[in-house]
């Protein structure tokens, strides 16, 4: 089943087959650890989607579908304001899940859901989520776990907005996002999406993010290549900041 989802600039697509095999679920790693009896329940509530980048998957005030799970692309989870401005919440990588809140508080979604690249998701039924919760507590501590770990980054995300300042925003951004490993010396990140994505996501404008990697590229901290930047010395980085 096809359908086409109507955009400013682009028309995007999505592409959905109705029922993904438990044996696909159980390679995904939020179903990692089911039972097969438990995948099989679930898969016969579960739509596999692909969907062309700026694909609006829900917006706000829409009625609650199901439970979104990225397998490939990216996902940009936004307030939206009546003038067409956005303020974004969370950028929604794979492995990552989306939309669950609403399921448990029988609300229409507080935010709206669009693709940032071509993306892969699988969605999850509510009626299947709701039945499966009471019949695999292993389902239900992934749920919990999800829905925990978002908690957490809001709750981070405010932090940042009310406790420091754009500089400091930018700079424990730029180190949330180092490669594994990365301890000292220099190191390169990617970021994961456009400049005014990440500055609506720190709370800055376009102008006042690109600004302070200008401050921090003239003082020899970073230089920056479109979306690649170059920590030149982490250490400096994470004491900038506290310098008088």
Known sequence: MASTVSNARITPTITMTLI???????GLPFFRGLNDAALAR???????????SRTVLYRRGGPCRGLFIV???QVKLALETQRGGEKVVELVGPGGCFGGSSIFLDR????????????QLVMVAKVTVLAELERTPEFTRKIIASL????RHMIGALEDCMLRSGTERVIGYLLSILPAGAINGR???????KKNVIASQLNLTHEHFSRILR?????????????????RDMDRL???????
Do not use: F
């Not at 229409?108 to 993306?119: F, G, I, R, S, Y």
């Open 238 to 244: 994470r004491t900038y900041c506290l310098e008088p």
């Open 108 to 119: 229409p979604h507080v935010l709206t859901a669009e693709t940032l690249t071509d993306t």
């Open 42 to 52: 679930v898969s016969a509530g579960v739509n596999e989607i692909n969907a062309s």
């Open 187 to 193: 190191a390169m990140v990617t970021l994961p999406a």
């Open 71 to 73: 397998i490939s692309g």
């Open 20 to 26: 993904l095999p438990g044996n696909r679920l159980s």
């Open 215 to 231: 401050v921090l590229a003239t003082e020899a901290m970073i230089e920056v290549d479109g979306r690649t930047v170059h920590i």
């Open 148 to 151: 925990s770990h978002r908690l």
